[in-house]
């Protein structure tokens, strides 16, 4: 875990520090600036350089085995141990800033948390520590964009070396690129084999070929043991769909190479789950299809479509129940997030109830296979719902605009939950999952 150490000092996940734990590192020989521990007594400040500066720290943590910074702590020269606070200004519009910051200067991007841990308040604001967490990445190597400004065309490739950051010379960045190749072959590999065989479980159990999937793969695989004593807890962890229009429990469990399986019948299941002992897991869930109109006709009749409501609402719930899984496998950093549509008999659009009293299709196209993929960042998943909806988000818009829709309205990227954008007999029941995960609502003017 990249954040071990800091774990450890702190006494609790650094998510749920406060700034008296924090106050435990200070003059502690233990809590040393090291490779996986930055301290800066001060903000980045602003405009290209100060980007940069950013964008270098956190790629260094990146490319190397991952760790944190705490902006807000002087550490002392002569021991790198944490000497005094100097609490910072802590703002939305800062870690707005941050995050752009970083999406523009670093190829490719970093999955990283970016938390405020406040101390007072000074004139309405509060002050505190800002603190980046970077797990270890399996995109690595990142580059930061650009020298002294984005159009000079530069890479350099920073890495954490001890308690200082360098850049890797031409051999270290080949060396780097060819491991990373390989581990996305390897990774892209087990994402595949996970989703191929949860979806022919299904199928040979009697499930229908109208189908959605969804595989989460950790970047970095765990350990979940398979033996006698896990699946006995397995069995009692909760799996269920508890959706308007699918109420149906997981209660028939069983085992397979390197996994446990859950189903909800003996036979023609709605649902089958993997969930395999490397942290990985795939779930198949019958196809949320309706029959829905023409946009621009109610006389013509109607053909089944994808009910964007219900795609969203099935995705949300299924990746509860695969992170979820991926945290019993003690696996941190990112994962990767796949989506996929297939339809029964020939291709479907998507469809909506949104200004309709009755489904009607959206978008241009129509097909039967349909992908999105994104990442998410499993620390932020166990810390609250927000990761997972920016997560599907993501997954969602890159699924949607294969069908000509930009992406999907009742969710934000930023993690938030848009309620224009979902019918109103939906509202309810996603606005109290919201409030459980302590997911932002945006509500309807």
Same mark, same amino acid.
């Given at each position: 875990?990249?954040? &071990? ?45 100060? &980007? ?10 990146? /490319? ?13 020269? =002569?021991?790198?141990?944490?000497? &005094? ?54 995109? =690595? ?21 001890? /308690? ?131 946009? /621009? ?83 932020? $998943? ?12 993501? $997954? ?26 979902? $019918? ?9 999952? &919201? ?11």
């Amino acid at each position: 875990m990249f954040d &071990a150490r800091l774990r450890t000092l702190l006494g609790c996940a650094p998510q749920d520090a406060t700034f008296e734990h924090f106050e435990q590192l200070l003059h502690n020989d233990q809590a040393v600036e090291g490779p996986d521990l930055d301290y800066k007594g001060t903000l980045y400040g602003s405009g290209t350089e100060a &980007a940069g500066e950013l964008a270098k720290d956190v790629a260094a943590l990146a /490319n190397a085995s991952g760790g944190t910074l705490v902006l807000g702590m002087w550490e002392d020269k =002569a021991t790198s141990a944490p000497k &005094a606070f100097n609490p910072l200004p802590l703002t939305d519009r800062l870690r707005k800033d941050y995050r752009e910051w970083l999406a523009l200067r670093l190829d490719p991007p970093v999955q990283c948390d970016i938390r405020f841990v406040a101390k007072c308040v000074e004139n309405g604001t509060p002050k505190g520590l800002v603190i980046i967490s970077v797990p270890s990445s399996g995109q =690595a190597p990142h580059a930061v964009v650009g020298s002294a400004d984005l159009r000079d065309g530069t890479l350099r490739f920073p890495v954490r070396n001890d /308690n200082t950051t360098t850049f890797m010379n031409l051999a270290y960045v080949k060396r780097a690129l060819a491991a990373a190749e390989y581990q996305a072959a390897s990774r892209r590999d087990v994402l595949e084999k996970a989703e191929s065989e949860v979806f022919a479980d299904r199928i040979e159990r009697g499930g229908e070929r109208l189908m959605l999937t969804v595989t989460l793969v950790p970047d970095l695989p765990g350990f979940y043991p398979i033996d006698s004593a896990t699946f006995s807890a397995f069995r009692g962890h909760p799996l269920t769909m508890d959706l308007p229009f699918l109420r149906v429990p997981l209660q028939r469990f069983g085992v397979g190479p390197r996994r446990f399986t859950a189903t909800d019948a003996a036979r023609r299941p709605r649902n089958v789950a993997h969930f395999r002992g490397d942290g990985s897991a795939a779930w198949a869930v019958e196809g949320p299809a309706v029959p829905a109109f023409p946009s /621009n006709s109610y006389s013509d009749g109607t053909e089944p479509a994808w009910h964007v409501d219900r795609v969203v609402l099935l995705v949300l719930t299924v990746m509860q129940h695969l992170t979820q899984h991926a945290r019993r496998a003690a696996v941190s950093g990112t994962a990767s997030l796949r989506v996929r549509l297939n339809s029964a008999d020939g291709p479907q659009k998507l469809a909506t109830e949104l200004d309709r009293s009755a489904p009607h299709d959206i978008g241009t196209g129509e097909l039967e296979i349909a992908i999105g993929e994104s990442s998410l960042l499993l620390e932020d $998943a166990g810390s609250g719902e927000r990761e997972l909806v920016r997560a599907a988000a993501a $997954a969602l818009a890159d699924l949607f605009q294969n069908f000509g829709v930009v992406e999907a309205e009742q969710l934000t990227l930023d993690g938030q939950i848009n309620l224009n954008g979902w $019918a109103h007999r939906y509202r309810e029941h996603i606005s109290t999952w &919201a409030a459980r995960g302590g997911v932002e609502i945006l509500v309807p003017a």
